[in-house]
């Protein structure tokens, strides 16, 4: 007996709330901006890998457990993309404001904690999970490591105020902050990287600057009316408890989720630390491009959570499933194109970046491996439940 996942005869197909142009219009901007996100630690570690090995280890150290914190505040844009996608689709643009601010409070206060803990624990954390590693990169992990603890606000924020524009329906806008971000972020590296000669420093200080550009721009723009999502006032925001905890049971559990993920990959970039900086550099870029190659996959998802938030919203849960399971077969077309690019591209790429033969040499390898496995395991195990956290099923 076949199982029906959803009722075709229950679908208005004649009025889809997203149809294909609209998925295209929505899932494009998505995908380039994660990409150019991606494209921002790709040119800091490229940039950065002209200056030594121990430079590029230290980024890549650092980033292992950046990424990290990074999750938590990915996983609170989840949250504030499907409860305002929620209220959008029910069509209460009142409730869905006062969502947003809420989000932005909590987001705000989440994000200064961890900056504070980190800035007064940073070398005995790092001592504690890369305490073998040379003392050099350890003196370039603690430079890199307190500039971008300082950014962990700013990235915060603008992952929240993007997800607001994205539960609209609007992804173009965050993409096109993206994009002037990342030109930004480049052209800080050339000045402080090659012209003011401040290594792995120079290489945070701009990513710092692009992080303060976006958090700034995105609010401005979230201030105007006549658009979804409008925040302002913000001297007026008072927690609401209930509200946020709603949030929270969103953010939670897609936190842990990806958190424990981070972690797994955190362990494994802390054994390799053992081995050397060779060793070290090769898993750096290997990382890069792994997470270049999975950038399409993770851009369907986000989308998947703003579509599957609005049809709930609307009432349309036959639609929302319909919709998990097509764009379930986008996100496999997307990622097995992406790997086979990105794996065309990883010999040049190590050469431009000037590594070490031995380093990309052990690059290459893990890429070749990861090119083989990651289209046939990822987009299964991970874009439906992007859907599921959008019914409200993180846990």
Known sequence: MEMKLYDKEKIDWKNLIFDNKALFMLLFPIIIEQLLNSFMGMADTMMVSTVGSEAISAVS?????????????AAMAAGAAIICSQYLGSGNKQAANKAAKQVVLTVLAISLGLMIICLIGRENLLWLIFGSVEQEVMDNSLIYFLITVISYPFLALFNAGAAFYRASGDSKFPMKISVISNCLNIFGNAIFIYVCHW??????????????FCTVVIYWCLRKPRQDIVVNEYHKIRPDMPLILKIMAIGI???IENGMFQFGKLAIQSTVSTLGTTAIAAQAMTNILENLNGIGGIGVGIGLMTIVGQCL?????DEAVYYIKKLCVIAEI??????????ALTKPITILGGMEPESAKMCFHMVTWITLVKPIVWTLAFVPAYGLRAAGGGK
């Open 253 to 255: 559990p897609s936190g």
């Open 313 to 317: 919203g609307a009432n349309r849960k």
């Open 199 to 212: 290594g792995v420093a120079g290489a945070a200080f701009s990513t710092l600057l692009s992080r303060i």
């Open 334 to 343: 997307v990622m097995a194109a992406s790997c086979v690019i990105v794996f």
């Open 61 to 73: 150290l650092v980033d292992s457990l950046n990424n990290l914190v990074i999750q938590i505040f």
